[in-house]
């Protein structure tokens, strides 16, 4: 068996020991000191004392999808394609979820190292993710949502809720999470693959700021499952897909702008398509609101004169053209709209208002999608023989460190 693989321009050396990579949804890095800070994650405060702990950027747009896609293939959107959980299909003119396989342009690394002869597994917590993560992959690939449904054939596992010792869980909960880590010990106990990730959802998240009692809980959890992976000597790398912020005013009410609604009443504005591409199919802790949103232009439309309205109305942090949100971000420019707006810190943006169904809402609203969610954890249970300060280190490049670049086995105690 190889030594080392190739992919997408980057080198990685195969694992000599089972290598975890964890991608927790929705953890700014707040969360994770709050919870040391409490007392309830001492795995957690040892990983940061022996180990490796950076802040480092995600990709924008701030959200699942692009995130998860860029993690598990080592490049930004503009290489594997996938710059939304939601896009105008311009080929078929309609929108559509950004889950289907067929709009990735990139291979994964999980991928390649299984087929250079090493065993991989992958969980995941939301099955929209289920498919793409495992595109290519010659191993084990099944989500938390739907694993009574995973066979041998489709996901390289049966049985799965006899393996874990767990019913299947809430879409909407913190168990849909704890299931994705029970798995990755469960596996690590049967199965020992060489490389595995896991990434979960970011209910608990929306729902609780850094340090409250149910996000104390959810890191809690956590903590306990990345000390029984160390214990079964596992290196542990874990990073986010995006962070995490209030979208609301003094008084708790959210923030919106409602770009199509602004769109309508603008001079030139008449035939402007808005794209939310934080939707996806759990809509109900978060309404479909995020800060980051494509406008697609009526033809003739004069962008610039709009885009001066736009970044005008209150909450408004950015308005960029195609072109420029693409170098920026490094996003494919063909699957964005003719503007990009992001929103500020505590604003999120909308179409219509009777578009957005928020009754589900029984908490102050989070969310993300912005460049205040920009921020998130870079943490390993093993030193690494690079420096923090030597370049800009993105999550997507968790598993170049966790791979090329973590030191001889340490665990953390």
Not at 79 to 93: E, K, P, Q, R, S
Not at 371 to 381: D, H, V
Request: hydrophobic fraction near 45%.
């Amino acid at each position: 068996m190889s030594a080392s693989i190739t992919v997408n321009g980057r080198h990685y050396r195969l694992p000599v020991e089972p290598v975890v990579v964890i991608c927790v949804d929705g953890c700014e890095c707040d969360y994770i000191t709050q919870a040391v800070e409490a007392g309830v994650a001492p795995y957690l405060k040892a990983m940061m004392a022996t180990g490796t702990s950076w802040v480092g950027d995600c990709v924008v747009p701030t959200f699942t999808n692009p995130n998860n896609l860029s993690i598990v293939t080592g490049v930004p959107p503009a290489v594997h394609g996938i710059c939304g959980n939601y896009f105008l299909d311009t080929a078929l003119g309609k929108e559509v979820m950004m889950n289907d396989p067929a709009y990735l342009r990139a291979p994964t690394v999980l991928a390649a190292v299984a087929d250079a002869g090493r065993a991989v597994a992958v969980v995941t917590a939301k099955d929209k993710l289920r498919r793409m993560l495992g595109h290519g992959l010659r191993g084990v690939c099944f989500s938390s949502e739907k694993a009574d449904q995973a066979t041998l054939a489709d996901g390289g596992i049966e049985r799965v809720l006899e393996l874990v010792g767990l019913p299947v869980p809430s879409v909407y909960s913190a168990d849909l999470s704890e299931f994705v880590f029970a798995a990755g010990v469960r596996l690590l106990e049967t199965r020992r693959p060489d490389l595995m990730y896991l990434s979960t959802t970011d209910y608990v998240q929306h729902k609780c700021a850094p340090g409250t009692p149910g996000a104390n809980a959810f890191y809690a959890m956590m903590d306990g499952y990345l000390a029984r992976m160390d214990a079964l000597g596992a290196g542990v790398a874990l990073t986010a897909d995006h962070g995490m912020g209030a979208k609301t005013d003094a008084a708790g009410r959210p923030r919106i702008v409602f770009l199509q609604e602004r769109l309508d009443a603008l001079p030139g504005g008449a035939g402007a398509r808005v794209i939310l591409p934080i939707t996806d199919p759990y809509v109900v802790h978060h309404g479909a609101l995020g800060s980051f949103a494509t406008v697609y232009l009526a033809t003739g439309a004069d962008a610039a004169a709009l885009a001066r309205s736009l970044e005008a109305l209150d909450g408004i942090e950015w308005v960029l053209t195609r072109e420029q949100a693409a170098q920026r971000f490094e996003l494919p420019p063909e699957r964005i709209g003719d503007l990009v707006v992001i929103s500020d810190h505590l604003t999120v943006l909308g179409t219509r208002a009777a578009e957005h169904d928020l009754s589900g809402l029984d908490v102050p609203l989070r969310s993300h999608g912005g460049l205040s969610e920009q921020k998130i954890p870079l943490l390993f249970n093993r030193p690494l023989n690079v420096e923090a300060g030597t370049r800009r280190w993105r999550n997507f490049d968790i598993l170049d460190l966790a791979l090329n670049h973590c030191a001889a086995p340490t665990p953390a105690r």
